[in-house]
């Protein structure tokens, strides 16, 4: 079974330009989760979505951030404009609905910010 | 706030010894607990739950116990080899359908040969 595929792998762009992350699910699983890993602050969840809708986007930094899942099938990440402070890996990850489920996630991407 | 913290030095076991890794939290109470394992340039991976009126659970050369006293969870790895080098992150998660979970910064094992 395919697993969650996040695009591209690795991004590196200058500072002001629009970043847009990838991320296909699980088929099947009903929550999205986006995180970015940093060596100083660790995993930090960014924001979550039950069945296509926001849950809980209390982790976003700032407005520069947003995202979106059109579908059951898709989601993205936008960081406009991007600065140096955003290098980091992001990850996204999916899971069945409910309470203590597993979280599945894919490799990140790697962004870099010059 | 709450806090979550895990070994941040590496740790380094000899191959065949059994590892041990600490997870300890406070100003929380989780009602599960979460154990990952996270490979260079990969996403973790998830190995053991355990629920906060469970002690400890196993699977295959795992065990993970969790102490809702002393606010702690311990995972060990027995019989330890050099395919399990990787940074090990614990997850606390809450009560109801509320799915978030926070995260360790994790422990880096080494098991060496």
């Known amino acids: 079974d395919a697993g969650v595929i996040q695009s591209p792998r690795h991004e590196v762009t200058e500072m002001g330009q629009e970043v847009t992350l990838r991320c296909k699910p699980i088929?099947?699983?009903?929550?999205l989760f986006w995180y970015r890993q940093t060596m100083m602050r660790g995993l930090e969840l960014l924001i979550y979505?039950?069945?296509?809708?926001?849950?809980?986007d209390s982790g976003m930094p700032e407005d520069r951030f947003s995202a979106k899942m059109p579908n059951a099938s898709f989601s993205t990440l936008k960081i406009q404009p991007s600065e140096p402070r955003d290098s980091a890996v992001y990850f996204c990850?999916?899971?069945?609905?409910?309470?203590?489920?597993?979280?599945?996630f894919g490799d990140g991407t790697r962004l870099s910010i010059l | 706030s709450q806090k979550i913290e895990q070994n941040s030095e590496a740790l380094n076991i000899q191959e065949g010894k059994t590892a041990t890794l600490t997870c300890n939290y406070t100003?929380?109470?989780?009602?599960?607990l979460q154990w990952y394992r996270q490979d260079p340039g990969r996403g973790p991976v998830f190995l053991l739950l355990?629920?906060?009126?469970?002690k400890e659970k196993r699977k295959e050369r795992l065990k993970v116990t969790f102490d809702t006293t002393l606010k702690q969870s311990l995972f060990h790895i027995t019989a330890s080899q050099p395919a399990d080098s990787a940074t090990y992150l614990c997850?606390?998660?809450?009560?109801?359908?509320?799915?978030?979970?926070?995260f360790g910064t994790g422990t880096k094992l080494q098991v060496i040969p």
């Open positions: 990850a999916s899971s069945l609905s409910g309470g203590n489920q597993p979280q599945h």
């Open positions: 088929s099947g699983h009903n929550s």
């Open positions: 979505f039950n069945n296509n809708v926001p849950i809980d």
């Open positions: 100003n929380y109470s989780p009602a599960y």
């Open positions: 355990i629920r906060e009126n469970e």
């Open positions: 997850a606390l998660g809450g009560s109801g359908g509320y799915q978030k979970v926070t």
